[in-house]
């Protein structure tokens, strides 16, 4: 990747070889990685952790193009990769904070992945050095793989878990549960749930999300270095084939059971709906206009499903495979009837299908945005695909989407294929300030 800023270099500090070419520093004022976060990265020199690095983006997260190259800004009321049109590829990571860190070790990781996140999202390596010219007695700065490589549309996204504010013990670390808004409850034991405690749950995620799989990659490595000696990866998942559109402007995608996926999703061009079913409006004044991340790896039972009639496949979602349209008629984007019915007087829609379970006619109008991947993670002991659906949901609160997946799991066909293996809730703070950190607020308030 390039690095757009301006860079001026700096003197070699004791105990470095003055043969090594000078180091280049970052931008004045504005300074870059602290020196514990250039630590994580290998090398041994650092600057004082300070202001972060403007100029990187502007306020708002409208896309930016150049040469047919993606760029989404990193600023903004909200964090990017929530509305933003969804991406094909994901690297999400969930971290635990050390047991040993401070609050003070915990602002300084924020400060510094918000640091590096900017530069990241508009096709820049983690720092002015770099992957190539930090001289060749020390470790590189950006691990490089993503060198030649354009933005690709990135987006990162910051959440905070639950244990953040009191661990599971009950202890506060940070003297930040006096902050923990009253929503942020966690999910009840759901039907078909085999919950793998291992790779769920974390102090703190990273979403990233892009158009190409290495820049992805590439954003979630670099920043698991920064964290070194601070946090420490808990688990962490890929994903490919986004399978919902958070843009009118995108088509429906398909998940791995080959049907059309998500087809009435929040959209960003509904910023009335996103308001009221999205953005955090209630609760403690620092978390208010983010919103809530629910994460679940959803394994398919692909080999099933494929043996299953065309008939009973559309019955079980409420939509003809095809073309998306609902079984009581119409186009894809036609609004499903559920009362009506066919020849033999039962809904055309079968009230057990997908489709009126998670319909919100159904579930108190009760809406969420999905951003979900399909991922295929090798084979199982039995010879059958480890495949299925990353979901990803963001509500304004827990509760909603408990209940929504509650009502599902009661009555709905489509669970009888489904086996939930991982499930986590994180609060993904509102946007950053231009010289700000991701949730700055939350540490003031």
């Given amino acids: ?37 250039l630590f994580g990265l290998g090398g041994g020199l650092g600057l004082a952790a300070g202001a972060l690095a403007g100029g990187f983006g502007g306020a708002a997260l409208a896309p930016k193009t150049s040469g047919g190259h993606l760029e989404y800004g990193f600023y903004g009321e909200h964090q990017a990769g929530i509305a933003t049109p969804a991406q094909d590829r994901l690297h999400f990571a969930a971290f635990d904070v050390r047991s040993d860190a401070s609050r003070d070790d915990l602002i300084a990781l924020l400060q510094d992945w918000t640091y590096a996140a900017s530069r990241l999202v508009i ?54 549960a006096g902050q923990l808004p009253p929503d942020f409850t966690p999910l009840p034991k759901m039907a078909n749930d085999f919950i793998s405690p291992e790779r769920s749950g974390g102090d703190l995620c990273i979403q990233a999300c892009a158009n190409d799989p290495q820049v992805a990659v590439h954003a979630i490595r670099n920043l698991t270095r920064i964290a070194f000696g601070r946090a420490t990866l808990r688990w962490s998942q890929l994903g490919f084939g986004r399978t919902s559109s958070t843009s009118s402007a995108q088509t429906t995608p398909r998940n791995l059971f080959g049907q059309k996926d998500g087809t009435r999703n929040l959209k960003a061009e509904q910023p009335e709906r996103l308001a009221e079913h999205v953005w955090i409006s209630e609760g403690p004044a620092w978390a208010r206009g983010g919103s809530y991340l629910v994460a679940r790896r959803i394994a398919m039972t692909i080999e099933v499903w494929d043996g299953l009639q065309l008939s009973e496949q559309d019955r079980v979602l409420g939509r003809e495979k095809k073309s998306g349209a609902p079984l009581s008629g119409g186009t894809e984007f036609t609004e499903p009837d559920f009362a009506k019915a066919g020849p033999h007087g039962r809904p055309l829609i079968d009230p057990r299908s997908h489709v009126a379970r998670a319909a919100p006619e159904n579930n108190g109008g009760i809406a969420m945005l999905r951003r979900g991947y399909n991922f295929v993670d090798g ?29 599902m799991a009661r009555d709905d066909m489509f669970s009888e294929y489904l086996k939930t293996t991982s499930s986590s809730v994180f609060l993904v703070p509102p946007g950053i300030r231009e010289g700000g950190y991701v949730g700055q607020a939350l540490f003031e308030a």
Wanted: net charge negative.
């Fill in 1 to 37: 990747m390039s690095d757009p800023s301006q860079s001026t270099p700096s003197a070699p500090e004791e105990g470095v070889d003055p043969t090594v070419p000078a180091q280049e520093s970052e931008p004045s004022p504005h300074r870059g990685l602290s020196r514990r976060g």
């Fill in 379 to 407: 084979n199982d002991d039995t010879g059958r695909l480890d495949a299925g659906l990353f979901f990803i949901g963001f509500v304004k609160a827990p509760e909603r989407f408990a209940t929504v997946h509650t009502n």
């Fill in 123 to 176: 096709g820049a390596d983690v720092s002015a050095r770099g992957a190539f010219d930090g001289g060749p007695y020390l470790p590189p700065d950006d691990t490089g793989e993503a060198a030649g490589l354009d933005a690709a549309g990135l987006t990162i996204t910051f959440g905070f878990g639950s244990s953040l504010f009191r661990d599971a013990a009950g202890k506060d670390r940070f003297g930040l």
